[in-house]
RNA sequence: GCGCCUGUAGCUCAGUGGAUAGAGCACCGGCCUCCGAAGCCGGGUGCGCAAGUUCGAUUCUCGCCAGGCGCACCA
């Protein structure tokens, strides 16, 4: 079916049928990758191997060519060329075409799913910011590729478990406890000294309001630490339920939440550093716990257990590590911001010292996000003074557009996010052009029902009659989609779906303002309802990975 | 000082060891008695600098220059 493999599978032939008839010395011969070529003056298919092989072969690569190509005998192809420094340039009879647009009508909405990832079990940890405050936009953005990420990988055959870490533990977490604790007392009247590690949003004081309304001031009653240690747990369930019901509104599901005071109540972290004694990995020294990252290529040793006793954030960080490679997962994939990237060492070396490959863990680093809105750089909300929430980006461009420019960037670019753009409802925005094409699509299905057509079943259409250069081109960016998302997963590059999907509507476009599909001969217009069928499935698939809607009419 | 990311068109960014380096925005000019003009068609002297590897480098390596982010017994 996928035509690159039968050519493959051609040309390994005609090269060995070449060494076999004296035309080609013996030898070891590369891989024959096969491309698109940049024009289409260059054919259906091209594949520099002649050139790749010169040199084992000894040959030059033009000479490789000719050999390949007197040996190349398949009806389906309608002739070869040598190009350039030696190009092989495949030209196939125009039928593929319409048998590549069959099998894609023959998959229907599952078409661009493939079995690339072979059932391979991977877990994809992404956003697991504090639950001390609301989300901001560095938050956002790896919220909408965290999550496209995880639909690519399903969509390319993996099996993947999306995970939040809940940082329940630690220093944070009693900083918001004594945040909420100040706020409280402030609002029953009191003069109270801010924390110096306190968190200042307006957030916190909507929950010690809200403490007051239920509560009133029976907690000043309490013993101080009685009542810190309630106003942690009631800081830390609003909070966490704040985080799901923005990140719900996102778009974005996590099939685990997995608690980091779960890791201490469970002696996880005591029996992670026994482990890591036992094989020589942990030291003593001044008084505090060492892991001995150096041995993995870490600048510095680091602590894990501070000489107080109290374990450190990465001590945790290695107990989670450890429990994710246990649960089975072969592979882990980390997102992180850039400003964390010091931290990929150590972990790495963490799990190294359990036995573990390195390469287990990947960590993606999402570079940073700026806002622009006229021209000027947005640095603060202007609403509370305190950096741009998720939600307030929802409520100003939409969920659609928000998710779609943070995925459409490679993520070791720094973002320019213009809002303006991201807010228009115009032609100037690619996210609504995607849309426009598929909601374009749906009209031409509601026309040509109103006019009686049946389009339940497209499969009788007979697709040879699709052979305008439109049409012909429009099949092939098609039929790139599988590959495409194989492709994407496997660089971990959700962008790459983003710019095929705009790509694959632009084509589209031009393919609508230039052949009639409704109120035609009523063969061709079947066969270009089918044609548009195909295209409708794919910009749904690509925009369900993008977790962008596709809406019906706009 | 060390580490990670980046430097491509006026702006924001894709892209590739190969044949004439692309898209969106902006700007200029065309296209609706016809399936949605949120559309289409046309208009382009650009890979930071300098060396190396290679038949071939914008892509790989080294060195500069510039920007961002880090360099805690914080998380």
């Not at 991201?422 to 374009?440: C, D, F, G, L, M």
Request: charged fraction near 25%; aromatic fraction near 8%; proline fraction near 3%.
């Amino acid at each position: 079916m996928d035509m690159k493999i039968v050519l493959q599978t051609a040309v390994e032939k005609a090269a060995k049928a070449a060494m076999a008839a004296g035309k080609l010395p013996q030898g070891e011969l590369p891989e024959i990758l096969l491309e698109v070529p940049p024009q289409k003056e260059f054919g259906d298919f091209a594949s520099n191997f002649a050139m790749q092989a010169a040199r084992s072969l000894k040959t030059n690569p033009r000479s490789i060519a000719q050999a390949i190509v007197e040996e190349l005998r398949e009806d389906w192809l309608e002739k070869v060329e040598i190009a350039g420094p030696g190009f092989l340039n495949f030209y196939l009879n125009p039928r593929w075409v319409h048998e590549l647009l069959a099998g894609i009508l023959a998959q229907g909405d599952r078409y661009g799913s493939t079995k690339h990832g072979a059932g391979q079990r991977i877990q994809v940890e992404f956003v697991s910011a504090n639950p001390t405050g609301p989300l901001h936009v560095g938050h956002g953005r790896g919220a909408a590729v965290g999550s496209a990420l995880v639909n690519l990988l399903r969509a390319a055959g993996y099996d993947v478990a999306s995970e939040y870490y809940i940082n329940d533990a630690g220093n944070q977490i009693d900083n918001l406890a004594l945040s909420v604790e100040a706020r409280y007392l402030e609002l029953l009247g009191q003069t109270v000294e801010f924390p110096a590690d306190g968190y200042h949003g307006e957030d916190i004081v909507d929950t010690a309001r809200r403490i007051v309304e239920h509560h009133g001031d029976r907690f000043l009653k309490l013993s101080v630490a009685e009542r810190r240690e309630q106003f942690k747990e009631i800081a830390l369930q609003e909070k966490l339920a704040a985080l799901k019901e923005d990140l719900a509104a996102f778009n974005v599901q996590f099939d685990h939440w997995f608690s980091e005071r779960t890791l201490h109540e469970a002696d996880a972290i005591q029996s992670a550093c026994k482990a890591l004694r036992e094989k020589g990995y942990l030291y003593e020294q001044d008084g505090a716990q060492w892991l001995k990252s150096t041995a993995y290529g870490d600048d510095k040793d680091r602590v894990v257990i501070r000489d107080n006793g109290v374990p450190t954030y990465l001590a945790a960080d290695i107990a989670y590590h450890r429990n994710k490679m246990e649960r089975g997962f072969e592979q882990l994939i980390n997102i992180w911001g850039a400003d964390h990237h010091g931290y990929i060492c150590r972990v790495k070396a963490a799990i190294a010292s359990f036995g573990y490959r390195p390469e287990q863990l990947e960590v993606l680093i999402l570079q940073m996000v700026s806002l622009f809105r006229d021209g000027e750089l947005v640095k603060m909300s202007k609403r509370t003074g305190q950096s741009v929430t998720l939600t307030e980006l929802m409520e100003e461009v939409g969920t659609d557009a928000a998710r779609f420019f943070f995925i459409m960037r490679s993520i070791d670019s720094q973002l320019d996010f213009d809002l303006n753009l991201a807010k228009s409802r115009t032609n100037e925005n690619p996210v609504y052009y995607i849309q426009y094409a598929h909601a374009r699509i749906c009209s031409i299905f509601r026309q040509a029902e109103e006019a009686g057509v049946d389009t339940t079943d497209l499969s009788a259409a007979e697709l040879s009659l699709l052979s305008s250069q439109w049409e012909v081109d429009l099949i092939k960016k098609l039929g790139e989609y599988p590959e495409e998302i194989s492709q994407a997963a496997a660089e971990r590059a959700p962008h790459r779906i983003a710019r095929y999907v705009h790509d694959l509507a632009g084509q589209f476009h031009t393919f609508y303002n230039q052949c009639r599909i409704v109120g035609v001969e009523a063969e061709l217009q079947t066969a270009r309802l089918a044609l548009a069928k195909g295209v409708q499935s794919a910009i749904r698939h690509a925009l369900a990975v993008l977790g962008v809607s596709a809406p019906d009419r706009m």
